[in-house]
């Protein structure tokens, strides 16, 4: 990359000769003769690189560092000073100079520290793109609840750790989401992110598929195959339903867990990795091993750090914030402009119960921006059975004797759940107004 350095000298030959050297080393140089004019021209545009003089009439060198510093803080400054006042030199690293160089200048000297200037400018560039792809990663992941904040929390303390995290929590919740953000965060992020769903493999399978196979073993092993625990070395290797692995297999993994080592199918020889694994469970696993079907000793080695996701319902403060991320989202995906949810949709699905958590809630907002014809996602945009769920709720049983506006209302209510929530055919079988209906629904505490 090239670099733009700025030179601050008031003696006009030496800022001629470091120019030159400049250039000639290729880098895009610009002279000024004041920390005045320095000044001036960095608030018009960014250096990467200052090279400036100490002594100088008005402003000194000293100064001028500390108002650059002020402006911006990563920009590189070397500091020029004649031999006798390598003091004030230090003070200027002191207050944030990279380096300082004595005079007069050396060419050779010069393209030295500036190569190495460039070298971690590289650096810290190649550092910034990481640490930005990572946090976009991690913020994808949407939460102001209390209880996702503290999950955020975990991900974060637990991250650099090598201790077998198991993840549990509903159908959707964000088990895989989680695990990526502690593998996306730790310091294995550069390393793979391996993942083995116990529960879409047959058994044989997934014997094979952890362990790797030498060529010969069984009849389909055509050629040496690695399995997931090699080739999630140096990373994280990520158990999806644990639950739903074979009982004999959790022996084996039980050993690789203790011991690091294993040998491929068919092979002698003990290879040894570092892996961190993670575990999800949809299932209740005390359950799974009070039945016999999971081993006790293998869910204590499994649960070293429990993480548990709440369902979506238990925090429903978090439904318009994931609801404007996966407009956002979709807009993008789709290229639609909508630009937002009604307040009445909002408040509708703030109450509904999704039982398929966060990726219901997803599909739900997908499926709206893709159709919808509108700028903003009314309740039409939703399924009716959003709305049914709470009619459900307000639902009186039907009984002899029952007072008339008892009756009515089970009447009404019954004739919208027939027709999916739809008002204008419930009124139309009723025999009486939309508006009727809406005004009863108010009533009811059943409007939006
Ligand atoms: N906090 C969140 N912020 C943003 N998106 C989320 C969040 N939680 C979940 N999602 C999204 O919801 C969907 C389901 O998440 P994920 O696959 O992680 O759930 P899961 O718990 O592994 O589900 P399952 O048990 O069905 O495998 C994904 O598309 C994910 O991007
Ligand atoms: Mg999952």
């Not at 000639?24 to 002279?31: L, M, S």
């Not at 637990?158 to 088990?175: D, P, Q, W, Y």
């Not at 914030?321 to 909002?346: M, T, W």
């Not at 039409?380 to 004797?401: N, S, T, V």
């Amino acid at each position: 990359m090239k670099y733009s350095v700025l030179v601050v000298d008031d003696d006009r030959l030496v800022n001629e000769f470091l120019i030159e050297t400049l250039e000639r080393a290729g880098y895009d140089c610009h002279a000024v003769y004041s920390g005045e004019e320095a000044l001036t021209e960095f608030n018009r545009r960014t250096y990467d690189i200052v090279l400036t003089d100490l002594k100088m009439k008005a402003m000194d060198g000293i100064t001028l560092i500390s108002k650059i510093r002020k402006i911006d803080t990563d920009a590189v400054i070397i500091m020029m000073t004649a031999y006798g006042t390598v003091e004030t030199a230090v003070k200027a690293i002191k207050l944030g100079a990279y380096d300082f160089l004595l005079k007069p200048v050396m060419p050779e000297t010069l393209e030295h520290i500036l190569s190495r200037v460039a070298e971690m400018l590289d650096l810290r560039t190649e550092n910034k793109i990481l640490r930005r792809d990572m946090a976009d990663r991690f913020q994808n992941m949407i939460g102001k609840s209390k209880v996702m904040k503290s999950v955020f929390d975990l991900i974060c303390s637990v991250a650099n750790a090598r201790s077998t995290v198991m993840i549990t929590g509903a159908s959707g919740t964000g088990k895989e989401m989680v695990a990526r953000a502690i593998h996306y965060t730790s310091n294995r992020a550069e390393g793979p992110f391996i993942k083995l769903n116990c529960a879409a493999l047959p058994e044989s399978l997934v014997e094979a598929e952890l362990f790797g196979y030498e060529k010969g073993a069984f009849t389909d092993a055509k050629k040496t195959n690695r399995g997931r625990f090699e080739l999630a070395d140096c990373g994280t290797l990520f158990l999806d339903e644990i639950s739903e692995m074979p009982l004999n297999l959790q022996s084996k993994l039980l050993r690789v867990i203790q011991e690091r080592e294993f040998e491929r199918i068919g092979s002698s020889t003990t290879i040894s990795v570092d892996v961190r694994l993670i575990a999800t469970s949809n299932r209740n696993l005390k359950e799974y091993i009070a039945a016999g079907k999971f081993r006790e000793d293998l869910f204590f080695r499994l649960n070293v750090i429990p993480l548990h996701l709440p369902e979506l319902e238990e925090r429903a403060e978090d439904i318009p914030l994931l609801a404007r991320h996966f407009v956002d989202k979709y807009n993008k995906e789709n290229e639609k402009q909508v630009k937002g949810i009604d307040k009445g949709a909002l408040h509708l699905l703030m109450k509904y119960h999704w039982p398929g958590n966060v990726r219901e809630l997803e599909n739900l907002i997908e499926r709206a921006v893709v159709t919808s014809k509108v700028d903003v996602l009314t309740e039409d945009d939703f399924p009716a059975e959003l709305a049914i769920g709470r009619i459900g709720e307000g639902m009186p049983k039907l009984q002899i004797p029952m007072k008339l506006e008892e009756g009515s209302r089970y009447l009404i209510l019954k004739t919208l759940e027939k027709f999916n929530g739809n008002k204008t055919r419930a009124a139309e079988a009723l025999g009486i107004t939309t508006r009727t209906i809406r005004n009863k629904l108010a009533e009811y505490e059943l409007d939006n």
